[in-house]
């Protein structure tokens, strides 16, 4: 069974940073896409970041220019660098591997 577990989520204040780690037990030869989500309280589960395993990223409106999704060589951890926070990018964060598996999600909270 694939696993996906996220990590570095927390508390940060307006303009901080934080990296967001997930690692997944699933093999490289069948990861072809994995992306981070978010979803704040009341709204809708949205896309923040994905990278390909040809190493093509797309990112949301709301996070271009302070988000950065990147991934180790192993193909086994993707990282989500958040600069700049702002406290509407307060969620619980969730990373996905092939739009099928799904970490259990990690609370980030920037506050102002």
């Known amino acids: 069974q694939v696993q996906l577990v996220e990590s570095g989520g927390g508390l940060v204040q307006t303009g901080g940073s934080l990296r967001l780690s997930c690692s997944t037990s699933?093999?490289?030869?069948?990861?072809?896409?994995m992306g981070w989500y978010r979803q704040a309280p009341e709204k809708q589960r949205e896309l923040v970041a994905t990278i390909s395993k040809g190493g093509t990223t797309t990112y949301a409106d709301s996070v271009k220019g302070r988000f950065t999704v990147f991934r180790n060589n192993a193909w086994d951890t993707i990282y989500l660098q958040m600069n700049s926070l702002k406290p509407e990018d307060t969620a619980v964060y969730s990373c996905?591997?092939?739009?099928?598996?799904w970490g259990p999600g990690i609370q980030v909270t920037v506050s102002s």
């Open positions: 699933q093999s490289i030869f069948d990861i072809y896409l």
């Open positions: 996905n591997s092939n739009y099928i598996f």
